[in-house]
């Protein structure tokens, strides 16, 4: 079995302390064993970042761009390997991973080409012979803490831009999947990514993250997880003005409006709500229906859920993984105790898999509770497992005002034929990300990503505003 170490300045550290990494569709199955670091490898690693930065980004940017790419075909060269792996540690079905690593591949090389065109401002001056100019220039140290419900995404997407921009870098993957991450660090070591560039360490987010908040290079921090620990971390940071981009919870809508194409409505409903075992920042866990049509779409959904596949995410014909640990597990079954209180025994689903295989692993059927009033906490609490609210709404006025009445904004979506009620889902849905007539979870990485409300704070990530956050304007005058 592979022992998955630190990297530090540019070494491996292979030896210390270990952690299990084990498969959640098969918990006989140890993955892997990581390294554990300690605060003081946080520090050595935040120390070396310090040291090569000046170089780094001093280094041209298509020069950077070029490692990028490189690390994209080494990763495209592992790839049906890569996304094995990431099925086996996370649980999310094998073309999911697949789906996933390709996003990470191309990311990386749109933000390797972005090096090549790291833009700033050219204005003229009110004054004769002043030239004025404003040019990009990266922040220094950053550390980016990720979590494992797209192990090999979100790291490639924060990585990414970061690195290309010049800074250096400090990432802390989830310890529940840190392979994915690991593999993407292996192939930017790979590529010729010089030494303290990019530090890797893996263990216990309390520890790590603390000494990644603490450690004196750091200059900024981009996390992704939970709200609790992203206000944590923002609190510590602003102590010292570091800079922090957030990127947490959701309880993300989908109105369906009687005007919708009917089926696709359904799809796109079961595919969000259901898919990647209902663990996606993005997925709906509301859907909220428009009166005249909820009985035959409730009936309909119920239908389609029932229809889904749950088991080993390795196995051909496979709709839904398991949950990606026994916490994980243990929220989602105690959440539906909660709904079957608050809303009645939900028409599908409600229980735990078990038997044969499904004993070896962390199954829970998708979960379909109807009529669910939209105050009740199934309806408002991030509950991150394959459960969906069905809430009735009178008109699409309705459907907006109890899709806005939450205190989360990632994504949202609309199913309707009707292109005014777009609009004005457009202009007054409090979300980050709309989506009309598609699935609320499912985005590109060409375009600025994030929420509104608790559910992220500071600069967008990907696109062209991931530079907003990975780095800085200089503004010159210069008379000639
Ligand atoms: P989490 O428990 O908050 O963990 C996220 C990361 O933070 C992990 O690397 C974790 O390390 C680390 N961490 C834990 N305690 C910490 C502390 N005290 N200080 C600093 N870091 C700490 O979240 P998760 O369970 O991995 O992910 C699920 C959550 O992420 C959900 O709320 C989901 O909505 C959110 N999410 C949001 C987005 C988005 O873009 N908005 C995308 C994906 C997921 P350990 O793993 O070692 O505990």
Same mark, same amino acid.
């Given at each position: ?188 070591? &790979?590529? +010729? ?7 890797? !360490? @893996? $263990?216990?987010?309390? *520890?790590? #993250? ?126 539906? &105790?909660? +709904? ?7 028409? !599908? @689903? $409600?229980?735990?898999? *078990?038997? #044969? ?124």
């Amino acid at each position: 079995m592979q022992t998955f170490g630190n990297y530090i300045n540019g070494e491996w550290i292979t030896s210390g302390d270990t952690f299990e990494n084990r498969n959640p569709a098969n918990t006989d199955e140890v993955v892997g064993l990581h390294v554990k670091a300690s605060a003081a490898d946080v520090e050595k690693a935040a120390d070396a970042a310090g040291a090569a930065f000046p170089k780094w980004s001093a280094t041209a940017g298509p020069a950077r761009g070029a490692i990028l790419f490189k690390a994209a075909e080494i990763l495209d060269s592992r790839f049906d390997a890569i996304a094995a792996e990431m099925t086996r540690e996370e649980g999310k079905t094998y073309p999911e991973a697949k789906g996933e690593v390709r996003r990470s591949i191309n990311i990386l090389r749109y933000f390797a080409g972005e090096g090549s065109r790291f833009t700033g401002h050219l204005v003229p001056s009110e004054r004769d012979r002043v030239h004025m100019f404003a040019i990009r220039k990266a922040i220094g140290v950053v550390g980016l803490i990720t979590p494992w419900n797209f192990p090999s995404a979100i790291p490639a997407w924060k990585l990414a831009p970061a690195l290309v921009a010049g800074n250096t870098v400090v990432l802390k993957p989830a310890s529940a999947a840190p392979i994915s991450a690991y593999r993407i660090v292996e192939a930017l070591h &790979e590529a +010729g990514l010089p030494k303290g560039v990019l530090n890797f !360490v @893996g $263990g216990s987010g309390g *520890t790590l #993250g603390k000494a990644i908040v603490e450690a004196k290079p750091m200059k900024a921090i981009s996390f992704t997880g939970s709200v609790d620990i992203g206000k944590w971390i923002h609190a510590e940071a602003s102590k010292r003005m570091l800079r922090t981009q957030l990127e947490m919870g959701g309880k993300n809508p989908t109105i369906v409006l009687a005007d919708c194409d009917f089926n696709a409505a359904v799809e796109n409903v079961a595919n969000a709500a259901y898919f990647s075992t209902g663990q996606k920042c993005t997925a709906t866990s509301r859907a909220i229906v428009e009166d005249s049509i909820y009985d035959k779409f409730v009936a309909a959904l119920a239908e389609r859920t029932k229809k889904l596949k749950v088991g080993n995410g390795m196995e051909a014909g496979i709709d839904i993984g398991p949950a990606v640990d026994e916490g994980a597990l243990k929220t989602i079954l105690d959440y539906i &105790e909660i +709904g079957k209180k608050e809303a009645g025994a939900p028409l !599908v @689903g $409600g229980n735990r898999l *078990t038997g #044969g295989a499904y004993d070896k692993g962390y199954f829970v059927e998708p979960t379909l509770f109807a009529d669910v009033n939209e105050n009740a906490r199934i309806a408002q609490e991030e509950i991150f497992g394959p459960v969906l609210a069905v809430i009735r709404a009178k008109d699409f006025e309705d459907a907006m005002r109890i899709a806005n009445a939450s205190p989360f904004g990632l994504s949202a979506s609309v199913q309707t034929s009707n292109v005014s009620r777009v609009f004005d889902f457009v202009y007054g849905m409090e979300a980050g990300l709309l989506t009309v007539n598609l699935p609320s979870a499912g985005v590109e990485y060409q375009l600025p990503f994030g929420g509104t409300k608790e559910s992220s704070f500071g600069p967008k990530e990907q696109g062209p505003a991931a530079f907003d956050f990975y780095s800085d304007y200089k503004t010159i005058y210069l008379k000639y």
